[in-house]
């Protein structure tokens, strides 16, 4: 088993920046982030592998950032954020199965 316990997010403007963070209780092959937005499906944020490895959404290059150091917490840095990128925003991880977080909202204001 793999808990997972999420920080960051809120309300912020648009081209604002926010972090989120995501301390997991053992290591993981991955951890990362994916969001739902109200009446959208679950997508991928960004998510790293424990060798470094990075994947991002569409969505989110060149503006996010994903993260990770040797205490098992993943980070995410958005910048320029946009109203679109309004959603719950859900940490995740992957050892044999798949781990998920509560869910951290995340508002953009135009």
């Known amino acids: 088993q793999v808990q997972l316990v999420e920080s960051g997010g809120g309300l912020v403007q648009s081209g604002g920046s926010q972090r989120l963070s995501c301390v997991a209780s053992?290591?993981?092959?991955?951890m990362g982030w994916y969001r739902q937005a109200p009446g959208k499906q679950r997508e991928l944020v960004a998510k790293?592998?424990?060798?470094?490895?990075t994947n991002y959404g569409d969505s989110v290059k060149g503006r996010f950032t994903i993260s990770r150091d040797s205490k098992n917490t993943v980070y995410l840095q958005m910048n320029n954020l946009k109203p679109e990128d309004t959603a719950v925003y859900y940490c995740y991880a992957k050892l044999l199965s798949d781990y998920w977080g509560q869910g951290t909202q995340v508002t953009v204001s135009s």
């Open positions: 053992r290591s993981t092959l991955y």
């Open positions: 790293i592998s424990s060798g470094g490895g």
